[in-house]
């Protein structure tokens, strides 16, 4: 049995439903050698260590009622740096414009020597070079599933299980809020402010949705994309991006009438990196309804690979996540 200690940085949805996946898991891991070990868990309020393993059922009961799992005020690099473990499990918010304390932990865990797995898309879309070359020369896994798809595999099938062909383009939907409010606005024939309000009364939509529906969080995804598939050094700035927010009900229903479904569609080759409205035939692999997202992937030998699954949720994010995991330390 091998032992992996690990820290959990950002415990919010994401960093809970990892939490949440590692009990539910603990007798498949066990069953592959492995015994996760979670040393110390931190939100942004302060952090519960153990070096003995802390007790993940408690901190989730913790974190629901009193808000917090903060028992020592510790941040993440300085969890980081004092408490031995091999693998920091890197969960904070997404910030795309400065990379946040994402970009901190990460840069501090390679100059320590530890692995990462994340899904936070803010430090990747702003200095993906610059991660790849810090983890390289520490001698550290970095893998971030997570961060394009939620539970949907795009990079490690396009870079492992399509290793050997040449990937000519991959597009898809990679935003589930776009994808309902499009969805939503052709079956109730309604404006895009009527359904943008019912998906944030669901939840679905973030109570400032600009980050969604301007095409943003496509737009990141694709950045990672173009880097960790194709090999470019992308950034936000090299992304065309347009969004849903100017698209009505009656040109939903036209194009509806003509056999076509309207859908936020990211594509990323090695000459270019576009979100745009587009249209799409009704019986087309990529007109997923509802929150799913959807990715193609257009290979030299293999044709053209389609995945589907859900692009978002605490539980499915981290299933990503644990399968990152496994993919570091399960073959040891």
Same mark, same amino acid.
């Given at each position: 049995?091998?032992t +992996?200690? /690990?820290?959990?940085l950002?415990?919010?949805? $994401?960093g809970?439903?990892?939490?949440?996946?590692?009990l539910?898991k603990k007798?498949?891991?066990?069953?592959?050698? &492995?015994? +996760?070990? +979670?040393v110390?868990?931190?939100?942004?309020?302060?952090a519960?260590?153990n *070096?003995?393993?802390?007790?993940?059922?408690?901190?989730?009961?913790r974190k629901?009622?009193v808000g917090?799992v903060?028992i020592?005020?510790?941040?993440g690099?300085?969890i980081?740096r004092? $408490?031995?473990?091999?693998? +920091? =499990?890197?969960?904070?918010?997404?910030n795309?414009v400065?990379?946040g %304390?994402?970009l901190?932990?990460m840069?501090?865990a390679?100059e320590t020597g530890?692995?990462?797995?994340?899904?936070?898309? @803010?430090?990747?879309?702003l #200095?993906?070079?610059?991660?790849?070359?810090a983890?390289k020369?520490a001698?550290?896994?970095?893998r971030?599933?997570?961060t394009?798809g939620?539970?949907?595999p795009? =990079?490690? &099938?396009?870079n492992? %299980?399509?290793?050997?062909n040449?990937?000519k383009?991959i597009?898809?939907?990679l935003?589930?809020? /776009?994808?309902y409010i499009?969805?939503?606005?052709?079956e109730?024939?309604?404006?895009?402010?009527?359904?943008?309000?019912?998906?944030?009364?669901l939840?679905?939509?973030?109570?400032? *949705?600009?980050y969604?529906?301007e095409g943003i969080d496509?737009? /990141?995804k694709l950045?990672i994309l173009?880097?960790?598939?194709?090999g470019?050094?992308a950034?936000?700035?090299?992304v !065309?991006?347009t969004g849903?927010t #100017? $698209?009505?009900?009656?040109? &939903?229903?036209?194009?509806?009438?003509r @056999?076509?479904?309207?859908k936020l569609?990211?594509e990323v080759?090695r !000459?270019?990196?576009h979100v745009a409205p587009r249209? %799409?035939?009704i019986n087309?692999? &990529?007109?997923?309804?509802?929150?799913?997202n959807?990715a193609s992937?257009?290979? !030299?030998l293999?044709?053209?690979?389609?995945v589907?699954g859900?692009g978002a949720?605490? $539980?499915?994010t981290a299933?990503a996540?644990?399968?990152?995991l496994?993919?570091?330390?399960?073959?040891?």
């Amino acid at each position: 049995m091998k032992t +992996v200690r /690990c820290s959990i940085l950002g415990f919010g949805a $994401i960093g809970q439903g990892v939490a949440e996946v590692l009990l539910m898991k603990k007798e498949y891991l066990e069953s592959i050698g &492995l015994e +996760v070990l +979670v040393v110390a868990v931190v939100d942004s309020k302060g952090a519960t260590v153990n *070096p003995e393993g802390v007790d993940l059922a408690d901190c989730l009961a913790r974190k629901r009622t009193v808000g917090t799992v903060a028992i020592e005020k510790l941040t993440g690099v300085e969890i980081i740096r004092s $408490i031995a473990h091999e693998l +920091v =499990i890197e969960t904070t918010p997404t910030n795309i414009v400065t990379g946040g %304390v994402g970009l901190q932990n990460m840069f501090t865990a390679f100059e320590t020597g530890k692995d990462v797995v994340t899904s936070n898309k @803010g430090p990747l879309t702003l #200095k993906y070079r610059e991660l790849m070359e810090a983890a390289k020369a520490a001698g550290s896994n970095f893998r971030f599933e997570a961060t394009v798809g939620g539970s949907m595999p795009v =990079i490690n &099938l396009a870079n492992e %299980v399509l290793a050997g062909n040449q990937l000519k383009s991959i597009k898809g939907i990679l935003n589930g809020t /776009c994808n309902y409010i499009l969805t939503r606005m052709l079956e109730e024939r309604a404006s895009y402010k009527d359904i943008l309000t019912e998906s944030m009364e669901l939840g679905i939509a973030e109570t400032d *949705p600009t980050y969604d529906v301007e095409g943003i969080d496509t737009a /990141c995804k694709l950045v990672i994309l173009a880097n960790a598939i194709f090999g470019r050094d992308a950034t936000y700035k090299d992304v !065309e991006v347009t969004g849903i927010t #100017k $698209i009505t009900p009656e040109a &939903l229903e036209m194009a509806y009438e003509r @056999g076509h479904v309207i859908k936020l569609i990211g594509e990323v080759s090695r !000459e270019r990196i576009h979100v745009a409205p587009r249209l %799409v035939p009704i019986n087309h692999p &990529l007109a997923v309804r509802g929150i799913l997202n959807v990715a193609s992937i257009d290979t !030299e030998l293999a044709g053209e690979i389609t995945v589907t699954g859900k692009g978002a949720g605490p $539980i499915e994010t981290a299933s990503a996540v644990l399968s990152d995991l496994v993919a570091i330390y399960g073959n040891r």
